[in-house]
Structures are given as structure tokens and as C-alpha cells.
């Protein structure tokens, strides 16, 4: 459930078109044509047009900062700050694209590509954060900021640039910008690694059944899908079940064979993680070291302090105490839940104790004892078409947005479909919104939410393009695809990510949409998960797929009694990441061996041993395929106390659908980007500081008494 943020400086380099590539032939260099403020040229795109379309865009934009930086005038917000802001359109236009390509497209000749051009895009965004003429005109400013009559947003803007360039190593000497440099370059290259690994050893293993005997207790339309991935194989008449999260999830779930669950599990929990040539550990505590290296050199006693210094839990210790904080309660019900598990196993007389790869099996027959849920007969209703117009509904409600299908833009894939996005009252247009709902070969595994244009003002009204990207099983032709409950949470948090992006109504590009810390991000995705289960949505778009008749309420209501089922399971296996993200992060300049620290930080936490984490050192891409998220995976929980928080405040008041509380959270958080601090934007919408209690109670833990 990513997000997935461009380099900071890709961003930080602003808006102008030059005239540099006005005559080229490539399409990516090209401004975006056709209707809705035009759309990125996704029918045009050819892999071997990236290289040049890279290094034209790197050549203008260094042209733009060199011009910025020769102004003899004296330095202002505008001819600095604003003049940063408009230009390097063209090197944004083409990572856009890029990224649809590297994401949902993977392909050999892209890997190439994105080793080479990976560590010159890293060496670029280094050369402007330290080129020492652009630092000094923006610390002027900065140090002259009361003279320049700034708007709050302005003032934002400021901050942001002098805190981002200051943390990249602005302010250190030639001997420590040098050093940073090289760091990053080598990181960069070791990230492309990491992914290119993790990549390689989803697509490449799996486990192949090859009787009926092995499809023992899998459900016919998971069949159906282990067939046709079978069938892309050239393995026709057998089955097979792909190394990625959403197709071992659910033979965890469902297969009756323990033995080859186990193979499942020790297959997937594996990845990155067998000794051959897609092995992860030596790439791991290089980037660990070099990243401990860069921390020291930038001042900082880690790096995990650097990265926490511009979040909004601003130290490792506040994140720490967070996580230190719900952990007992985590473990504490896992206890309850084994046992649960347990005794149903011991009444099977299966003579088994419940080990990892039985968690998910087990906890399945305890959601159907106890609540008496059968996952199968929820996702009768769980149609992903009819979901979206659920979501489109809610949008609707909370956000006046209207969403309609639009097919005048071109698509970088027959599945890909484009709707327009526009203001119920007025008509006016808001953006686009880009739907990817499924698998394919080459397309990262998991789901995230990206903007291949960000909402702003400065350059004229521009209207932002965002995109929802999923991996769902296509069924058969013509009949309708059917999701998790799960699965439809995913679909609606990466809807929350959208129309943050969407809501975004503010001036410049670096403040645009989900450009906030990445510990609030998930804040306003999270909150949205919460409308999937209102009744409105449920009784109008949650639909049987044969019979269209709405999911009946006692089947409703057995849902809601059994929302705080299996909490133990799923933050403990989260929490274990988290922590061992933010320790491996704190434990300074040492050399690292991911495999024992793993195992040692996890026993002196007390780790359930019938549970791994989420995910393990050497497939942690979150941490590991840049730095987006690396001492940064606690984001979820931090982001969560504040949607558990302010769903509650909608309870509080009329419901889900209250129209002023709906107001206050678009004027304050959905529609200001990083307009506003956080914390600030938070305080304005609740009325007071967030707490932790709500997030306990909808994990139906204890509420401590002095939280
Ligand atoms: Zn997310």
C-alpha cells in the first residue's frame, strides 16, 4: 500500500518551458497534448526513447538552475523560489512516464536502462541540492525572510526548500558535499539491485501443482487463476502458484495440504534470501553502512535521525515509543488467537502445534467458528467494478467529485482506464484519475497511488492526473472479478491516496498534493478504508454477483463484530517490521548481517514464533529499494492513530457522511498538501492533539489509563 514520491529534487526544480528540445522527435520531451491540460503520451513511448529523453531534460533543467543562480539581481522569493518552482517541467514530464514504465511494465530492457540512467539521476538531484551559488540565494531568503512579505504558503515553500537542501548536505564542505555524492551514487546502484533481486525471484520460483490432489481445498476461482498462471507458462494442465503476496496469501489461506503450505511459505519468506545469484543480505549491509556513513557526514548520530528530522514524529524515540507502545498488546492477543487456533486443530486431532505457515489456515476456520464468516461467501459480494462505484459514491459525498469514463486519452495498457474527474457543482474539471486494477508480468507486486501531474497554480491552472494501481486476478472473459474483503480495503486506501492528490488545491508544485511527511501520508488513505464498510456502501455497491442482490445484514453485522479479529496477527506482523526497520537504522556505523540481526532483534522482542514478519530483511523493499520509507516503516502506525482518531470524530458527531466534519477534513487536511505543518493541519481538524486511544479500541486492544 504504497506511495510512491518522485526525488525530492526532481520535484524541488520547478516549472519552465525551454526551448532546448522544441524541434526533437522524441515524445517524451514533448508537452503534454490533447484535452484536460494534456495527457501523458502513453501510446508514443518507446523504451529506448528514455536514455536521451533523461539526458535532454537533465541538460534543459541544469540550464534553468544555472540561469537562476547567474541572476545578478539580489535574491528574492521570486527570482529564486518561485523561479525554482517553474522549471524542470520536462524532467518531471519524463519520470512520470518512466515510472509507469519501471512500476507497472518491468521488463529486461527497462532493467538496463534503469541501471545506467538510476545513478546519473541520483548524481543530478545531488548537483543541485549542492551547488553552493543556487544554496546561497535560497539561504538568503531564508535569513531575510521577514523582509519578503510571504504568504503562509510561501513561507512553507521557503522552509521546505532550505530544510531539504540543508538535510541533502547543503551546508557541509566540498570534502563532505563530495562524499555524500559518492554515497548516494553507490546507494542508488544498490537499490536497483535490491528490486531488480526481489523482482526476480517473485517471477522466476513458484510452486506447480500438478494434481487435483494438490488443489485440496482452494477455491475454484483461485483454480482458475492458478491455471491460467499456468498456462502463461507454456504449463498447460497444471497449476501454479506465483511468489508474490497475493496469490500466497490466500493458498495460506485456503489449501488443506500443510506440506505445501509450508513449501508456500518457506518459498515466499525466502525471497532475496537463498544464497544464489538474487541473494539480498550483502546488498543490504552495504546499503546499511553507507547509508550509517552518509548520516555521520551530514551531522546526525544516525540514520534514522536524519531521516525522522522533516516527519512529524521528528526523533526515532517518539516513532520508538509509539511502536514500543501497542507491541505487548500485539503479542499479548496473538496468545489469544493461537489458542483459538489451537483448540480447533486439537479437536481436528490434526496433532499438529500451529507453526507460520498454519496462521493463516487456522485463523480462517476461527473466523468461520466464531463469527461464523466465510471469506468465500463475502467476496460473493465483493465485485471490484461495482466496489469502485462505491467509491466514486463516497467521493461524491465527502468530496463533491464526479467520476466518468473517459476514452478520448491514450493508455499504456488495454486494461488501463481513465476517468474524468470533476466538481459536482460546478462542472469544473479536477483532474484525471488512471485505473491499473491487475497483474501481469513485469508490474511490482502490491498496490500504490501515483501523480503523473501534480495539482497547481503557479503556471496557470493546472489539474493534477493521478492513478490507482492494484494486483488483481483477472478472471475469465466477461465475468465479473471478485475480490477479498481484504483486497477491497487495499482498493479504497489507494483511493484515499488518489483523492488526496485529487482534493489538492494549492500554488506550487512542491506543496502539491500527497507531498506531505511520509508519517502523515497514510493518514488520509487509512481514514479512507473506514467508508468502505458504512452502510451506504455496503447496502448499495457490495452486490452478489449472480443474484445483485446487497449483502444481507446479518452477514453485515457479522463483519462489523469480527472488524477487531486477527489485530494480534496483523500488527504484530507489522509491528516486527517496523521495529527491525527502525533498529536496523539506529544501530549506527557497524556492519550489519541482516540474517542474525533479524533473528536477534526479534527474540529479544518476545516475536510470536508462529508469526514472520510482514516482510522480511531481504525483501523489505519499503527500506531497501530507495530510501523513501527506510527508518520510516512505523509510518503506518503513526498515520493510523491519526485515521483511527479522525474516523472518530465523523462517529462523533452525525455519522460518516456529516457534512461539516467532511468540510473541516478537506479545508485541513485533503486539500492543502504541505501547505500547512502536519501537526497544525491535524490540530485544526480535530480541534485538539491527536490521541492513541482510537487506534487501540479499533484494534480492540486495552486502552492504557495514562496513554
Ligand atoms: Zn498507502
Redesign the pocket.
Known sequence: ???LIAMITANCTGKKEANTNAGSSNPLLQKWSGPYNGVPPFDKVKVEYFKPAFEAAMAENMEEINRIVANTEAPTFQNTLEAMERCGTTLRRVYAVYGVWKSNLGSPALDSIQEEMEPRLTAFSDSIVQNAGLFKRIEAVYNDSANQHLNPEQKRLLERYYKNFVLAGAKLDEAGKKKVMEINQKLAALFTKFSQHLLADEGDKFLELTSEKDLDGLPEDFRAGAAAAAAGKDKNGAWVISNTRSSIEPFLTYSNRRDLREKAWRMFVNRGDNGDANDNNKIITEILQLRAERAAVLGYPTHAHWRLADKMAKTPETAMNLMESVWPSAIAQVKVEVGDMQKIADKEKAGIQIEPWDYRYYAEKVRKEKYAINQEEVKEYMQMEKLREGMFFVAGELFNMEFAQVTDVPVFHPDVRVFKVTDKTTGDLIGLWYFDPYARKGKRSGAW?NAYRDQEKLNGNITTIVSNNCNFIKGKEGEPVLISFTDATTLF??FG?ALHGLSSKVTYPLLSGTSVATDY??FP?QLLERWFTTPEVLQKYALHYKTGEPIPQVLVDKIKKSATFNKGFTTTEYLASALVDMKLHLAGNIKIDPDSFERATLAALHMPSEIVMRHRTPQFGHVFSDDGYSAGYYSYLWSDVLSADAYEAFTEAGGPYDKAVGKRLVDHVFSVGGTVDEAEGYRAFRGREPSSDALMRSRGFKVAANP
Open positions: 500500500m504504497l506511495i497511488m486506501h489507494e491516496h501520508v497514510e488513505s
